[in-house]
């Protein structure tokens, strides 16, 4: 089956533009998650959804910074006023649960997409 | 210490060779393990998982979970310069909220023709 795509898989805009990032989970996967990496640097955790909520949002680096998910399926991260520090590669990853105890929580990312900010 | 860590490298090993790559993790860590590669400008893939002490084999990879050392490794036998990249190591966080998934800083392995 298809596994967790991404768009756009690269997108350039001016400092100060807001940008959307979409994240569409592998069917059925009900935990999603967002991160961020630059380069060479490791996985910077966002935030993530259990159906369509986010338990926790501390993760988030501003209040610039939104997202939501619908229907239990695409999530939208957004980034407000866009600043040259935002510019990194955003990973989008899902997983069957969000639950430890059910053994099914292994996380399968999308292929990112890549935000340079000018 | 931090809850996942690991020896940034680069690890290098000729062809053919046994690469061997390590992580440690605090009390705050479950036993619970995931083992990523990700190759330059590629989004991590999915290797790997071990949820009980001992090892487990996939092909040419093996994992291994050592709870008294709090310690999980990933070996990989009959290294092919494809499996060039950098691996990540991640485990479940206690009460953690960052989706219960905390990755270490990745391993770049180098293997050589």
């Known amino acids: 089956g298809a596994g967790v795509s991404q768009s756009p898989s690269n997108k350039v805009t001016e400092k100060g533009k807001d940008v959307e990032l979409r994240c569409d989970p592998i069917?059925?996967?009900?935990?999603l998650y967002w991160y961020r990496q630059s380069l060479g640097q490791g996985l910077e955790f966002l935030i993530y959804?259990?159906?369509?909520?986010?338990?926790?949002k501390s993760g988030l680096p501003s209040d610039r910074f939104s997202a939501e998910r619908t229907g239990g399926s695409v999530s939208t991260l957004t980034i407000q006023r866009t600043q040259q520090e935002d510019s990194a590669v955003y990973l989008c990853?899902?997983?069957?649960?969000?639950?430890?105890?059910?053994?099914?929580?292994?996380?399968?990312f999308g292929p990112g997409t890549r935000l340079t900010v000018t | 210490q931090k809850e996942v860590e690991q020896n940034s490298g680069p690890l290098s090993v000729p062809e053919g060779a046994i690469a061997s790559l390590n992580c440690t993790y605090s009390?705050?860590?479950?036993?619970?393990f995931f083992w990523y590669r990700q190759y330059s400008g590629k989004s991590p893939e999915l290797i790997m998982s071990?949820?009980?002490?001992g090892d487990k084999e996939d092909g040419r990879f093996t994992a291994q979970l050592n709870k008294a050392s709090q310690y999980v490794s990933l070996l990989i036998r009959d290294s092919q310069p494809s499996d060039s990249a950098t691996y990540l190591c991640?485990?479940?966080?206690?009460?953690?909220?960052?989706?219960?998934?905390?990755f270490g800083k990745g391993t770049k392995l180098s293997v050589k023709p």
């Open positions: 990853a899902s997983s069957l649960t969000n639950d430890p105890l059910s053994g099914s929580y292994e996380q399968y």
């Open positions: 069917s059925g996967h009900t935990a």
């Open positions: 959804f259990q159906g369509n909520s986010a338990p926790d």
């Open positions: 009390d705050r860590v479950s036993q619970s």
């Open positions: 071990i949820y009980s002490n």
């Open positions: 991640a485990g479940l966080l206690y009460g953690g909220s960052q989706g219960n998934l905390i």
